[in-house]
């Protein structure tokens, strides 16, 4: 049976994660211009605009990043949890707002 219920949704800090992607470039010691090649981006923008936080690079893009500076994604993407009402199973509700890092029925991984 299905009923509003309220979940914990993720949603991406897109500042938090631009300062996250910057602080990694530069403690790995690449330049903007350097990833702006090796994306093969015409112009820096697309770079500064993952720093600045107006925009998260695409999953393609962050798989790069990841292996670049040797991190998981989610060590590079920082998110805030914000409760929505959900027209969601009981189990869909439970398993998202668990305090648990894995749900035992569905193997859901949360990270924090």
Known sequence: MENIRHI???VVDLQKT???????????GFTV????????FEHPQSIY???SGKCVPTVDNL??????FSVSMDE???YSLVEILCACSEH??????????????????KTA
Do not use: S, T, Y
């Not at 211009?33 to 093969?40: A, M, S, V």
């Not at 798989?63 to 670049?68: E, F, I, Y």
């Open 92 to 109: 869909a509700a439970n398993c998202m707002n668990k305090d648990v890092a894995i749900c035992e029925k569905c193997k859901f991984r």
């Open 76 to 78: 590079m993407v920082c």
């Open 33 to 40: 211009h350097e990833l702006q090649e090796l994306f093969g």
């Open 8 to 10: 914990l949704r993720p």
């Open 63 to 68: 798989l790069v990043l990841a292996r670049l």
């Open 18 to 28: 631009g300062e996250k992607i910057k602080n990694l470039r530069k403690n790995n």
């Open 49 to 51: 605009a993952w720093e």
